[in-house]
Each structure stands twice: as C-alpha cells, then as structure tokens.
C-alpha cells in the first residue's frame, strides 16, 4: 500500500472570508498561552502600557488567524498539479497538464465559500475572477512556453477545505525544469517565507542530480521537508525507485535523512471522492486507504499546522516579555523609592548623566548605527553581485547547450531569476536590520526597542524585462531564438530525408549522382544553419546582457535608498527612545525626591499597591518561564 512509506523508519484572499481560523485546542498550549498573554496585555495597560497592550493583542489575533505556509516544489510532470488538487479534493482545479507561470504567486488558503483572486498590473490589490479561469491567470501556455497573461503577479484561491481549515496554506511554485535559473531561484527564494517544504518525486525514476543540487541548497534556509512520491497507481516498481532515493537523500541532503516519505496515488484520492459523492462509501474508503493519503494529510497536520502554531506562539512570548519585564524593573525601583533608599537618588542621577551624555555627544551610538550599516552595505551588495553573477553563468550556459525548448524558457527564468534575488535581498536586508537595532537598543539599556519596518520596493525599471525579451521569446519582434534553433533543427532533417529519398527513387547508374545532389544539399543547409544557430545565441546573449545592465542600473540605487530609510528611521527612534528613557528617569527622581518628604501613612498605602502589581508582574514572568519550557519540548 501506498500508505507504508510514511517514514523512512518506521490570510484570506483580498475580499474573502476573514481566512483560517484553527481551533485554539489545535495546540495543547494554545488555551494557556492565550489567556496568559490576554492577562498580561490587561496588565500592562493598566500600568501605564497602553501601546504594549495593543503590541500584544496585535500578536494575539495572528495566532488566530495565521496559516502555516507549505510551499509545494517539484520537477515538471512530477504530478505537482494533482497532488495539490488531490489534497484540497478538487479534480481539474489547477491544470495538471501546464506549468505554474514563473512570475506568479499561487496561493491556496481556507475560506468559507470558494473564490479566486488575481493580481496583476490592472487590479494591483485583486479582483475576483472564476475557479475555472486559475489556469488561464496563473499557467503557462504548453505551446509557448510563455505566460498565457502578462503582468500577473499572484493568484490566491480561497476554499472551504477541511484541511486548509486547520491551518494552512498551500503555495504552488512553477515546474522547476532542470532546477535551472530562474525556477529555482525563485523557488528558493520562496522557502525563506515558508514553514515547511513537500518536496514533488514521482515513481518512474530515482531523485536527477539537479534535484539533489535543489536539495543541497534548500536545507540552508528551511528545516521541516516532507517528500512525496506520486503515481504509485501508474508505476509498479516505486517501492525500488523509494528506496533509491532515500539513499540520494542521505548523499546529497544529510539534514533530510530523518524526513517522512509518502507514496501516494492522487488519482485514487480524487476517485475516492468521487465515489462518496456517488454514495458508495465502501469503494471510497478503499481507494482512499490505497492512495496513500491519509498517512500525508495527518503528518501536514501534525508536522506543519502544529510546529506553525507552536512557533505563533513563541512569538506571542517574545512580543509580551519585554514589557513585563521592563515593568517589574520599574516596579522594583518605586518599592526601593518607597522604603526610601537612600542609594537611589545617587544611582538615578548617574544614570541620567549617562544618557545626556550619549544623547549630547551622539558619537556613541551614531558611530555604532553607522559601522553596522557599512557592513551591511558591504554583504548585501557582495550577496547582490554574487546572484546577478550566478544568474549570468547560468543564463550562458543555458544558451551553450539548450536547444529550441530551452532557449524559449529563456525569458521566464531571467524574469524570475531577477524575482528571487530581489526576494532574498529583500529578506536578509530585514534580518540584518532587525539584529542592527537589537544590538543599537542594548547600547542604552532598550531590549524592548522597536524594530525598524524595512520596504525595498522594486524599481519600475525590473517589473517588465528589457524590449528585447519579445524576441528571445518569440512573441514579437521577428523570429526567437528558439524559433531559428528549431527552424534550423528541422530544416537539417528535411536535408537528410531529401537525400535518401532521392536515392530510393531514381535507383540503379543514377543514385550516386543523386545521392551527391542530397548530400550537397545537406551540407549546405547544414552550413546555413550552423550560421542561424550562431546569430540566435548572439541574440540571447545580448539579451541577457541587456537584463543584467537593467539589473546593474536598477538594484544599487534601490538599496541605497532603501539603507537611507532605515538608517532615517531609525536615528528617529533611537532620540525618541533616549527621550523618553531621558523623561522617565527624571519623573522617578521627582517622585523619590517628593516619598522622602511623604507621611508614613501614605508610603504604607502606595507600597501596598506597588507590591501588588510586582505580585501580579512575577506571576506573569514566571508562567511565561514554565510556558516557554513547554513550548520548546512542543515544537
């Protein structure tokens, strides 16, 4: 049975429903986590935290509303197409027979009534179009190659989907072809967004080498991979081809050795629904066993909802931490002013001195802000230089050896070449900048200091390939160079069954003569063509060239740009934050000053209070101690 491979040892679209809403009790501590933080929002607003409250509840209403994100990635004619329609029980939903267009973004998440949505260059923001018109937004057109519309940038279909419901959504990626270029450039790109990875084989032949080189690179940015195996119905001998690639597994991709295998038939699941429709549930429970999927479904839902969760509420931990125990600091030195320490004034006073220094001198911290944004600027362009590099070597070497097919994908794997470095650009100019301001708020004692909102927008000049694209593609602009490397194929075997022909038919003294004329003629057309296979390679070439220039003009003014902004921003936040801290300390010297002065009576009443709220506060630290405990042993 399909089912035996399990292991190797044993947000709504835009106008749809509010999305996934996963049972809380999903998580065993969704429940304890939830009330507690509820708690702890109530907490800090009550003393004086009202935009840490709100931080808190924000983080609160993700939990609920979050999906875990399962990018789909798998070699063309791998059964990518019906393993996805197989899950959701949607025979014909995405066009099994055509590929996901490189550009766009397919999306499949829970709603409470079926919809679609595309996004493209005249409805930015979406607008809704049938389930039945996916394929003409989001594919590929088999005879082109090409996008069958231009400008799509994403498509999201919302279904009322059992286990979409739990949780998850499902994001197709295009065929990756060879695993050249753009596809897996863009594929990978994707993986730094996503919670988990199923990895498409099917069972006519063992894991290519490019799939194994996919592999190696994926594990660098994601953890969790589930493999499937499909058409174990069509392929008798998968069980060899599984076991073969567990061992290519274990060579190439060491870190996914432990990861589950499912063999599945996607025919035999949607035969199955089809059945329980027609009522014969027997017939559908079988063929559903057989198929293989409940086995992958159970583990999505454990593996990926579950793990998704548990990291959802992780985060709901680190956003309420800071502020509770930035609190309780506050809270300890109220008690200490109350019982009058007389340290407290000079430890106040000190402090103060410290931060009008580093306000006054701005050497300090301005000096750090602009080392760590240099080093930054140097390994972003380093990493930029080195993908635009990449995308060149692969983009020639796919124009030294592709023939007609290859050349004509040409276009779609710069465009999403161009597309997945700007995604990874995009994602590590966040992460570094978010670890610059971590580091920036310790310099003054701000653990709880707000991260910096990071947006690298891409230039007008990369949302449409150079004019030169129509041609490389063969959409305009006179013949592609896939049409004049076919072309040239083509005329070459008339050449050759000319000769032959001739041969066949004037027979006996005069073949030879004939036979001379067929091979004159081949050879010169095989001269001429030679020459047109050459012209059409020159063509691609400067095509590339002419993206690469578009990238080089392009890209390094947007980061600047963007690096200005987050260096603006955060100098503003950094003296709104040492102005505040500036602030706070003065008002806790004035009221220290004024319960040195206070009647017993009075310190006895507030020290009540102020004890009262440390109570409540080092509760609240404590169960998120126990919490975070449990949270790590439940991921």
């Known amino acids: 049975m399909p089912g035996e491979a399990s292991a190797p040892g044993g947000s709504a679209a835009p106008g749809g429903s509010a999305g996934p809403k996963p049972d809380p ?66 025979r014909g939903l995405l066009p099994v027979d055509e590929d996901v267009a490189t550009s766009v973004h397919l999306v499949l998440r829970y709603a409470e009534e079926p919809t679609a949505w595309v996004s493209d260059a005249e409805s930015p923001t979406g607008r809704e179009i049938p389930l039945t018109d996916i ?34 959504a499902v994001v197709d990626t295009p065929g990756v072809g060879g695993l050249v270029s753009g596809h897996a450039e863009i594929t990978l790109a994707t993986l730094a967004r996503a919670d988990a990875l199923v ?26 991979v589930l493999f499937v195996l499909t058409q174990t119905d069509k392929y008798p001998g998968w069980r060899q081809v599984l076991d073969r690639n567990r061992t290519l597994i274990a060579t190439h991709a060491p870190r996914y050795t432990g990861a589950p295998w499912f063999a599945v038939s996607s025919r035999e699941k949607l035969d199955a629904a089809a059945e329980r429709a027609a009522g014969d549930g027997q017939l559908a429970d079988t063929l559903l066993a057989s198929s293989g999927f409940p086995a992958l479904e159970a583990a999505l839902v454990s593996q990926v909802a579950a793990r998704a969760g548990a990291l959802r509420l992780t985060n709901v931990l680190t956003v309420t931490r800071p502020p509770l125990a930035q609190l309780a600091a506050e809270r300890a030195e109220d008690l200490r002013s ?27 911290w301005r000096g750090t802000l602009t080392g760590d944004v240099k080093a930054l600027d140097r390994e972003i362009r380093r990493e930029y230089q080195r993908r635009v590099n990449k995308l060149r070597s692969l983009a020639d070497r796919k124009i030294a050896e592709g023939g007609a ?28 900048i978010t670890e610059i301001v971590r580091e920036l708020g310790r310099t003054f004692d701000a653990d709880g200091f707000g991260g910096v909102g990071v947006e690298l927008a891409m230039p007008d000049g990369l949302r449409a390939l150079p004019s030169g694209a129509a041609g490389a593609a063969g959409t305009g602009g ?14 070459v075997g008339i050449g050759a069954l000319f000769a032959k022909a001739t041969a066949f038919v004037i027979g006996g003294i005069a073949a030879p003569v004939a036979a001379g004329f067929g091979i004159w003629a081949l050879i010169t057309r095989q001269r001429k063509n030679r020459e047109e296979v050459v012209r059409a390679r020159g063509d691609a070439r400067r095509y590339v060239n002419d993206v690469i220039a578009a990238i080089q003009t392009e890209v390094p003014s947007a980061l600047q740009d963007a690096l200005d902004r987050a260096v603006s921003d955060i100098q ?54 126990s919490l975070a405990a449990q949270l790590a042993v439940h991921q």
């Open 405 to 432: 097919d290859v050349l004509r994908e040409l276009p779609g794997d710069l465009e999403a070449g161009v597309q997945g470095i700007w995604m990874d650009l995009e994602t590590m100019l966040r992460r570094r």
């Open 478 to 491: 006179g013949p592609s160079v896939a049409d004049q490397v076919e072309r040239a194929v083509t005329s």
């Open 338 to 364: 109350l019982n009058r320490d007389p340290t407290l004034v000079a430890e106040v006073t000190r402090r103060q001195q410290q931060l009008k220094a580093l306000a006054d001198q701005g050497a300090g």
């Open 25 to 90: 009790a999903a998580h065993p501590l969704a429940g304890e986590v939830v009330a507690w933080a509820g708690e702890a929002a109530d907490a800090v607003a009550g003393m004086g935290r009202p935009e840490a409250a709100e931080a808190i509840r924000a983080e609160l209403g993700r939990t609920r509303s979050g999906a875990a994100t399962v990018v789909v990635v798998g070699e063309k004619k791998r059964g990518k197409s019906s393993l996805i329609n197989a899950l959701v029980g949607r």
């Open 135 to 168: 394929g003409e937004y989001a594919a590929l057109d088999p005879l082109t190659g090409q996008a069958r519309r231009r400008g799509v940038t994403g498509v999201e279909v919302g279904l009322p989907d059992p286990l979409l419901a739990k949780g998850m």
């Open 199 to 224: 990895f498409v084989v099917n069972g006519s032949s063992e894991l290519t080498a490019s799939e194994c080189r996919f592999l190696e690179q994926a594990t660098e940015r994601i953890a969790t």
């Open 572 to 625: 503003r936040r950094v003296a709104a934050e040492l102005e505040q801290t500036r602030r706070r300390l003065e008002q806790q010297l004035a009221e220290h000053r004024q319960n040195l002065k206070a009647a017993e009576e009075e310190l006895t009443r507030r020290r009540a209070v102020v004890q009262r709220e440390i109570d409540t506060l080092t509760a609240l630290n404590s169960r998120a101690d």
